[in-house]
């Protein structure tokens, strides 16, 4: 297995073949919730860079079995049902219903790579998940991809794509698994801040950013390691499903 870190989607190649396994990262808050709806009985979450075609295709899903759901600058898009904040996605608002998500930077990157083969989603509430269908399936290469801030490089995204590098890392120590030094970077990141991920996402440009939309028990909540063992993985272009083992 070959890793490849990406800090933001604009840095993920173009021009090259895209990788047997991408997997997306948005801590601060898209792949958290992602993964928490996921976990909390969404039927899928439907991802989209932009509002419009949210709003385009929603408009043909039945009512009752829809929410609209995303973020601009960190506030609730008008006249959604939901914000991007996870603490939202309980059982009894997502059970059995698509969640129609667009975000500032998460969904971009969802975009950047969905002709993958495979499309997962990671977030530091679901990292073992991760880890665990990585070594089962042991792609020949696997990008990380962070979504950053406009084009800018977030320290959570790469922090959490450290803290499974760094599982992967530790079986072998094999310098042929680092595809690029970004990895390294990451796995040394995470072995500096795994005792404080929440520490670490206050100091993160974006977490300063919720703290002033007095957001704190999101970014507690997304700093968490392991909260459940759900794995989002990607079914159709842009929608996302819980993997239940069949892939
Ligand atoms: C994003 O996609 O940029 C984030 O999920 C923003 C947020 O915190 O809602």
Redesign the pocket.
């Known amino acids: 297995m070959k890793l490849f870190v990406y800090h933001t989607p604009e840095a993920a190649p173009a021009d090259q073949q895209l990788p047997d396994c991408a997997v997306v990262i948005?801590v601060?808050?898209?792949t958290t919730?992602i993964a928490t709806a996921l976990n909390a009985g969404a039927e899928a979450v439907q991802t989209f860079a932009d509002v419009d075609q949210l709003f385009e295709a929603s408009e043909a899903w039945p009512e009752a079995k829809r929410l609209r759901a995303g973020?601009r600058g960190?506030k609730q898009v008008e006249g959604f049902e939901l914000?991007?904040?996870p603490l939202n996605c309980t059982p009894d608002v997502v059970a059995d219903k698509r969640l129609f998500l667009t975000?500032?930077?998460?969904?971009?990157a969802l975009k950047r790579v969905e002709k993958a083969e495979t499309v997962l989603t990671a977030a530091q509430i679901n990292v073992q998940s991760v880890i665990d269908y990585l070594k089962a399936k042991q792609p020949e290469t696997v990008w990380f991809v962070g979504?950053g801030?406009q084009g800018d490089y977030s320290l959570e995204d790469t922090v959490c794509a450290g803290a499974i590098a760094a599982a992967l890392w530790v079986e072998n120590s094999d310098p042929a698994t680092l595809g690029n030094d970004e990895v390294l970077g990451a796995i040394a990141l995470y072995q500096q801040w795994q005792d404080d991920l929440v520490g670490l996402l206050k100091l993160a440009s974006?977490g300063q950013?919720?703290l002033g939309l007095n957001?704190e028990k999101?970014i507690i909540y997304c700093a968490e390691s392991n909260t459940f063992d759900v794995l989002p993985i990607q079914r159709s272009p842009g929608v996302l499903v819980k993997y239940n083992g069949d892939a």
């Open positions: 948005d601060l808050r898209a919730t973020e960190g914000g991007n904040s975000t500032t930077n998460g969904t971009r979504s801030w974006h950013r919720l957001k999101d």
